[in-house]
């Protein structure tokens, strides 16, 4: 499967990078796809940042909370869904039952999923994997990811970003 990895020295290019995820999602119509986005990587590393910046992207000015506690947030605009999960406080991947994920995850929807380790093997499989990291090279401090598609599908998604981050 194909892999990107781009590293992100700043905020305001963490921000523009998943603005950049976003209208690729978009232009690739992937809320009709239903596509699954899992988030890795160490606490503080950038993936509740970049979650924030994508729902934002959608609907600005939306508040966007952690979900830390309440482990799923949805949401809604058009006829589309984001769910962002963050199950990092999980005790059992059968807690997934309760918040009926079966259901959460139909429709158009696109779910960013935290910490999805702690979810499996209830938790469906991923279309791309955001793998979040530290990053620092000559004194410039930042953060690192790399994308992996995981599905065919979003590998069909991945060549998108590829493109197009290419192009900027």
Same mark, same amino acid.
Request: net charge negative; proline share 6%.
């Given at each position: 499967m194909k892999e990107f990895e781009i590293n992100l020295p700043t905020e305001a290019e963490s921000l523009e990078f998943a603005g950049l995820v976003a209208d690729c999602f978009a232009s690739f119509d992937g809320f009709s796809k239903g596509l699954i986005f899992y988030l890795r990587g160490d606490l503080g590393a950038g993936k509740s940042f970049f979650s924030r910046a994508f729902i934002q992207h959608f609907i600005? #000015?939306?508040? &966007? !909370?952690?979900?830390?506690? $309440?482990?799923?947030?949805?949401?809604?605009?058009?006829?589309?869904?984001?769910?962002?999960?963050?199950?990092?406080?999980?005790?059992?991947?059968?807690?997934?039952?309760?918040?009926?994920?079966?259901?959460?995850?139909?429709?158009?929807?696109?779910?960013?999923?935290?910490?999805?380790?702690?979810?499996?093997?209830?938790?469906?499989?991923?279309?791309?994997?955001?793998?979040?990291?530290?990053?620092?090279?000559?004194?410039?401090? #930042?953060?690192? &990811? !790399?994308?992996?598609?995981? $599905?065919?599908?979003?590998e069909s998604l991945l060549e998108v970003l590829i493109t197009a981050s290419s192009d900027s």
């Open positions: 600005p #000015g939306q508040k &966007v !909370k952690s979900p830390t506690y $309440s482990i799923a947030e949805t949401y809604n605009f058009s006829t589309n869904r984001i769910h962002h999960l963050d199950l990092y406080r999980l005790c059992d991947p059968e807690e997934l039952e309760y918040l009926a994920i079966r259901d959460l995850l139909s429709g158009n929807f696109v779910a960013l999923i935290e910490w999805p380790q702690k979810g499996q093997p209830i938790l469906p499989a991923a279309d791309i994997e955001f793998e979040f990291s530290y990053w620092q090279d000559s004194g410039i401090q #930042g953060r690192r &990811v !790399k994308v992996k598609a995981i $599905s065919d599908i979003g």
